[in-house]
């Protein structure tokens, strides 16, 4: 069977507000989407559209969120794969999923492109520990020839994640590729808050939630770590059968999280 290894331009209804901090990663989106939105304003002086950036930053921290965000501001399909999803694929298959993806992309331009994971078949030759080196390499090649193959007013933005900028092959990141880098780092305290904020909204908490108090006592949680306490607590103050969630709820889910943090052997780092 041939399943699908992409998202067929799905619309979103995500937009900027639901991205909690990322202000200076905002503000370079912001100029991506406008490209979209008025490419000719671009164009009329001879200028080139970028094709592409990379969001570079740690897990959690709302690089996939971001990318939806773009393609809900600009009102635009989003295509989206993830480069993990290639690693266990047989001789030839992964080139022709880029190239199905591309042709569907440019069916439905102006869209919007999401590689996440783009490290696990962008790596340097040699370097790479999971896919035989031969189908990472077709799969990677085909990929710059898609890339190379549209105009910079084709109206396709492509947009890739990683962790690991430094193992990317250098191809990748020549001018007309993915020459813009934004990086998405972990939230500081005013980030957290923004984030529980955002998270807090569909949940019944009791009024006297102090949300500084939480932030400052989650240093080193990534956004997604965020969403998991928030949600947690709505589930142990169900539990206990309570009509709203509560301090200790919060609490006791931070335990939780952290712990699980612990377990995946992911290092909580000491902040501010
Ligand atoms: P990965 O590298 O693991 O794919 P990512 O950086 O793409 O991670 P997302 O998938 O965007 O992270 O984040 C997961 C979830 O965490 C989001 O759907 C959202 O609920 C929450 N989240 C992460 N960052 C933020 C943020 N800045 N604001 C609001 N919510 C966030």
Redesign the pocket.
Known sequence: SKAQLFDKGTRVNITFN?????DEAKVEVMEIVDFLKNPKKYTSLGGKIPKGAL?V????????????AMAGEAQVPFFSM?GSDFVELFVGVGASRVRDLFKQAREKAPCIIFI??IDAIGRARGKNVMMSNDERENTLNQLLVEMDGFGTDSGIIILA???RPDVLDSALLRPGRFDRQIS?DK?DLA?RQ??FE??LKPIKTSPNLDIQKLASQTPGF???????VCNEAALIAARKGKSQVEMEDFNDAVDRVIGGLEKKNKIISPEE
């Open positions: 639901d991205v909690a901090g990322l969001l930053g740690p897990p959690g921290t709302g690089k996939t969120l971001l990318a939806k993830s996440d994971e994640a990683t962790n998405i939230p980030g923004h984030i955002v998270h990534a956004g997604a770590d965020i969403a998991n």
